[in-house]
T-cell receptor, first 113, second 118 residues
Framework: DGGITQSPKYLFRKEGQNVTLSCEQN?????MYWYRQDPGQGLRLIYY???????QKGDIAEGYSVSREKKESFPLTVTSAQKNPTAFYLC????????????FGPGTRLTVT | AQSVAQPEDQVNVAEGNPLTVKCTYS??????LFWYVQYPNRGLQFLLK??????LVKGSYGFEAEFNKSQTSFHLKKPSALVSDSALYFC????????????????FGKGTKLSVIP
């Protein structure tokens, strides 16, 4: 999956707990993204980061937080404030040129009960 | 704002027949257009893109797509479908002149499930 790793593949948590999803890339890409995928809704952007120590909210950032302390890593925390956290989460990255495609990791399926 | 529509939730085609997965877009300027494929519980794999130039773009696994500016469409095609082509297909658009251009954001369609019947 294009040099991007996400772990774990499956994650189970109890309601009210925060959980952190890992995303690491070895492609030397500047920009990284987190998407949420729900059946029939396509991909929705949660957060993105263009450079280290900088990140911006996407369309559905409420209840999520991120950090970008290293170029290779962009972890996503799903907080207890996220009303409906059960979903498939995808991380992606791209080089800093508009015509480049995004490369995706294999995804993490989070189930909160 | 940029947007993309995939009008069909599901497309069924017999093995060996040609397939088409439809995509229409809306941007303020000239678009960058992408197609991705997703197999169950996997990430998205890049198939092809249109940036500029020839309206017919060829990509991975025998897929191609035709950019039609007047109809604002970018339909994915394959001359002869395989059972292994069964998957979820996403069209995506980026407006290089739009407000999200600097962050290289993509806007995705909701996906079309392709089923190739043996």
């Amino acid at each position: 999956d294009g040099g991007i790793t996400q772990s774990p593949k499956y994650l189970f948590r109890k309601e009210g707990q925060n959980v952190t999803l890992s995303c690491e890339q070895n492609l030397n890409h500047d920009a990284m993204y987190w998407y949420r995928q729900d059946p029939g809704q396509g991909l929705r952007l949660i957060y993105y980061s263009q450079i280290v120590n900088d990140f911006q909210k996407g369309d559905i950032a409420e209840g999520y937080s991120v950090s970008r302390e290293k170029k290779e890593s962009f972890p996503l925390t799903v907080t207890s404030a996220q009303k409906n956290p059960t979903a498939f989460y995808l991380c992606a990255s791209t080089e800093g040129q508009g015509w480049r495609e995004q490369y995706f990791g294999p995804g993490t399926r989070l189930t909160v009960t | 704002a940029q947007s993309v529509a995939q009008p069909e939730d599901q497309v069924n085609v017999a093995e060996g027949n040609p397939l088409t997965v439809k995509c229409t877009y809306s941007v303020s300027g000239n678009p960058y257009l992408f197609w991705y494929v997703q197999y169950p519980n996997r990430g998205l794999q890049f198939l092809l893109k249109y940036i500029t130039g020839d309206n017919l773009v060829k990509g991975s696994y025998g897929f191609e797509a035709e950019f039609n500016k007047s109809q604002t469409s970018f339909h994915l095609k394959k001359p002869s479908a395989l059972v292994s082509d069964s998957a979820l297909y996403f069209c995506a658009v980026r407006d290089p002149a739009g407000p999200g251009a600097g962050s290289y954001q993509l806007t995705f369609g909701k996906g079309t499930k392709l089923s190739v019947i043996p």
